[in-house]
């Protein structure tokens, strides 16, 4: 039986268009999707949007429009975003859809019928920026702690989910070690949230119509994150007609988001489900901010980065790499556009380009093209291949653990020995001797066989290019498998290769550097 696996982005906020910290959360999931279809897992793959709330009905009024309107064109706009960043995604949920909504209502309801549900009074501090309710003790010099945005004092009939009953069991959940990654992210929730006092969470609102109405009391809508998290199931088929494989997919494998939202699905989320008596996703990873200067980039903040002028001068695939490769396990990363220039000139074009340029080149002006058959090993050799053969592994260890940084890193690794290996053998003096023929050949095949397994190992991140390299290689079938990447010697060794352009050209980035900057202004 094939093994399943679900994975899950958050579902975006529609309130503008998306950018480069959108890109991260999607790119990452669309990584390990890949790479785990590749190992022969039946992955399911889900993103989408979140169009309900405040926030969207008084945009869509700003731009004289319909919620519903207003949420399609911002919609369409995210679909060509993955589009457009080459994103393997399986379904794409709306929070707008009929069945979502069935699934919502009914999810709202039965919270309500087994007593998790009360209606009350919220009287409090609300973001409409990040559509969050506060307490005075969780606020930052009385700024919503996420964006920083001024907060309003708000009060309103409301229905309220009792998290505050699920304490000691989310408290136990979270320090079990295996749900919620990384532990910065326990240590957080159990010290901020939990030993504090966990609140029953505000889940309905009456100040504003644009949301899922609850079933026995129109006058409330679904707040947002009943709504919201609700997608991860309503997407199955959960009490709704248009999916049926909720028993197939749940519970997730993982859900990926970025870190401001990770209380709401370590601590909501499975609270909900504990109270419907849903098994728990296996695994939350909530991950870092994508930082320009020293704030995170946001809508909110005005300070975002157009990932479609990045991707359309310097391609999808250096773009793909450049935020997945500066992004560590645990913590932020800074992008700017002088560090993509320098990532696409240090490893693209430098490391792993000029290894794939000088390798089929002189396979092609030294054998017209095509390998000879016959080897001659020799010790140099064995430091190359050995690390070819137990790098795999390494990194599949670290993409099952989402640390594609690490990952990228390693791989990178076996691309910089591949270029000292040509230094140290000197294709180009056994090339003046025909009785080295043989050891060139060698020589070259060891190099052509490194890159397929470092390409088969990049493909996930860098799917287009790396279907290049190989078919510059002459790798195909299933030599092009990710199970071959653990032998070496896989690639015919009569294989012919084809030259051609420079995958990654080289930059000049302060150049390219005045470009950006006249098409920003």
């Known amino acids: 039986m094939t093994n399943k696996f679900y994975i899950t982005t958050p579902i975006y906020y529609p309130s503008g268009s998306p950018h480069i910290g959108h890109c991260y959360t999607t790119v990452a999931c669309d ?24 926030k969207i009905e008084d945009k869509a009024a700003a731009a004289g429009l319909a919620p519903q309107a207003y949420a399609d064109q911002i919609v369409e706009e995210f679909k060509k975003l993955w589009t457009f960043m080459n994103i393997s995604y399986d379904r794409f949920v709306r929070t707008t859809d009929d069945y979502h909504i069935k699934t919502v209502q009914y999810v709202f309801e ?9 209606k009350g009074q919220y009287t409090g501090k609300y973001c409409k920026p990040c559509e969050s309710f506060w307490t005075d003790s969780q606020l930052v010099d009385g700024k919503c702690p996420d964006c920083g945005r001024e907060v309003v004092e708000t009060s309103e009939e409301a229905y309220f989910f009792k998290l505050s009953e699920f304490s000691d069991r989310l408290k136990a959940l979270l ?15 159990v010290n901020n ?3 504090t006092g966990l609140e029953d969470v505000c889940v309905s609102r009456t100040s504003f119509k644009w949301g899922v109405p609850v079933n026995f009391d129109e006058k409330h809508v679904v707040y947002v994150w009943v709504d919201a998290l609700s997608n991860y199931i309503s997407a199955l088929g959960y009490h709704n007609d248009t999916y049926s494989d909720f028993d197939k997919y749940w519970p997730a494998d993982i859900h990926v988001m970025a870190k401001e939202i990770v209380r709401f699905h370590s601590l909501v989320w499975p609270a909900m489900l504990m109270a419907l008596d849903l098994p728990l996703p296996k695994k939350i990873y909530a991950h870092g901010w994508i930082v320009m200067g020293d704030k995170k980039m946001s809508k909110s903040l005005g300070n975002v980065v157009d990932p479609f002028i990045l991707g359309k001068r310097y391609g999808i695939d250096a773009l793909r790499y450049e935020i997945l490769r500066e992004m560590p396990y645990a913590g932020d990363s800074f992008f700017s556009t002088e560090l993509f220039l320098q990532r696409i000139n240090t490893d693209l074009a430098n490391n792993l380009g000029n290894l794939v340029s000088r390798s089929v080149s002189m396979v092609a002006k030294y054998f017209d093209g095509t390998l000879s058959a016959e080897r001659q090993a020799e010790e140099l050799d064995a430091d190359l291949i050995n690390l070819a053969k137990e790098l795999p592994s390494k990194v599949e260890e670290r993409i ?23 230094d140290e053998t000197t294709p180009w003096t056994l090339a003046k001797s025909p009785e080295m023929k043989i050891r060139l ?21 860098m799917p287009e290019s790396m279907k290049e390299v190989l078919s510059r290689i002459g790798a195909s079938g299933e030599e092009t498998s990710w199970n071959s990447v653990h032998e070496f010697g896989v690639l015919s060794r009569t294989t012919t290769v084809r030259a051609g352009d ?10 390219e550097q005045k470009f950006l900057l006249a098409d920003a202004c």
Not at 180 to 187: A, G, M, Q
Not at 502 to 511: A, C, H, K, S, T
């Open 31 to 54: 990584v390990v999707s890949r790479y785990k279809r590749a190992r022969g897992f039946d992955v399911l793959f889900l993103t989408g949007t979140d169009e309900h709330g405040q």
């Open 110 to 118: 039965e919270l309500y019928k087994r007593g998790y549900i009360y």
């Open 175 to 189: 320090e079990s070690g295996t749900f919620l990654e990384p532990e910065s992210r326990v240590k957080e929730m």
């Open 193 to 195: 949230f939990i030993k």
């Open 400 to 422: 099952d653990d989402f640390h594609l940084c690490e990952a990228l890193d390693l791989i990178q690794s076996l691309v910089s020995r591949a270029n000292k290996y040509i």
């Open 441 to 461: 050949a060698t020589v070259l095949y060891n190099l052509l066989e490194t890159i397929r397994i470092c390409a088969i190992m990049l493909e996930p991140f």
């Open 502 to 511: 420079p995958i990654f050209p080289r930059i000049n980035i302060e150049e």
